[in-house]
């Protein structure tokens, strides 16, 4: 079974940065049609960004210009670079599939930006 093990949040300041992995254990063939997600406090859960099946990368709006999305097949990895983070970007990040059927959701990692 697929598990996944978020990590690499923390709490930072407004405009400071933030690398998060995710490492996805189990028999897969490839981290195309990854994606990261988060919850903020008595929010939706939303995808920030994504890496689609044909490995192009979509971003929400919010973050464009400011996260990166990007995979190490070889690791089966899925990275979240964040950068000039905003106290409204605090929120429980999670990474799982896109656009295909959700593996087991993971603990995912807490991030906080403070103003």
């Known amino acids: 079974q697929v598990q996944l093990v978020e990590s690499g949040g923390g709490l930072v300041q407004a405009g400071e940065s933030l690398g998060l992995s995710c490492i996805v254990s189990g028999n897969i063939l490839s981290i195309n049609g990854m994606g990261w997600y988060r919850q903020a406090p008595g929010k939706q859960r939303e995808v920030v960004a994504a890496?689609?099946?044909?490995?192009?990368?979509n971003y929400a709006d919010s973050v464009k210009g400011r996260f990166t999305i990007f995979g190490d097949n070889a690791k089966n990895a899925v990275y979240l670079q964040m950068n000039s983070l905003q106290p409204e970007d605090t929120a429980v990040y999670h990474c799982?599939?896109?656009?295909?059927?959700?593996?087991?959701w993971g603990q995912g990692t807490q991030v906080t930006v403070s103003s």
């Open positions: 890496i689609t099946s044909g490995g192009r990368t």
């Open positions: 799982n599939t896109y656009g295909r059927s959700w593996y087991p």
